[in-house]
């Protein structure tokens, strides 16, 4: 089963930046949709970011576009989350999700998705 690492997450001042990283060691996430997603605490899941495996065509939610970045790395196994000008209201933790030959599109909301465990983010002065 895929195995997914969210890492880069921690205490940031508003306006800050933080890369997120989502990894599976040795696997090539290029054939992957990849999607980022977040809860705040009391909060639903959210989705906010994804980068398709057919094109690499990113999509984000209105409440990030602008600030965030969805990006593959040179190093295959691994796709960033780039975020910019970080709000208060950015605190959350964030998940990264897999879905094989995924293109970001409803269809895709059917098909298996494969998580990682989550990475704190903290936006506060």
């Known amino acids: 089963q895929l195995q997914l690492v969210e890492s880069g997450g921690g205490l940031v001042q508003p306006g800050g930046s933080l890369r997120l990283s989502c990894a599976a060691s040795?696997?090539?996430?290029?054939?992957?949709?990849i999607g980022w997603f977040r809860q705040a605490p009391g909060k639903e899941r959210e989705g906010i970011s994804c980068?398709?495996?057919?094109?690499?065509?990113?999509h984000y939610v209105d409440s990030v576009k602008g600030r965030f970045t969805i990006s593959r790395a040179n190093a295959k196994d691994t796709t960033y989350l780039q975020m910019n000008s970080l709000k208060p209201e950015d605190t959350a933790v964030y998940y990264c999700?897999?879905?094989?030959?995924?293109?970001?599109?409803?269809?895709?909301?059917?098909?298996?998705?494969?998580w990682g465990q989550g990475t704190q983010v903290t936006v506060s002065s």
């Open positions: 980068i398709s495996s057919r094109d690499d065509t990113t």
């Open positions: 040795g696997v090539d996430l290029s054939v992957y949709a």
């Open positions: 999700a897999a879905v094989l030959f995924g293109d970001c599109t409803p269809t895709t909301q059917s098909k298996r998705h494969y």
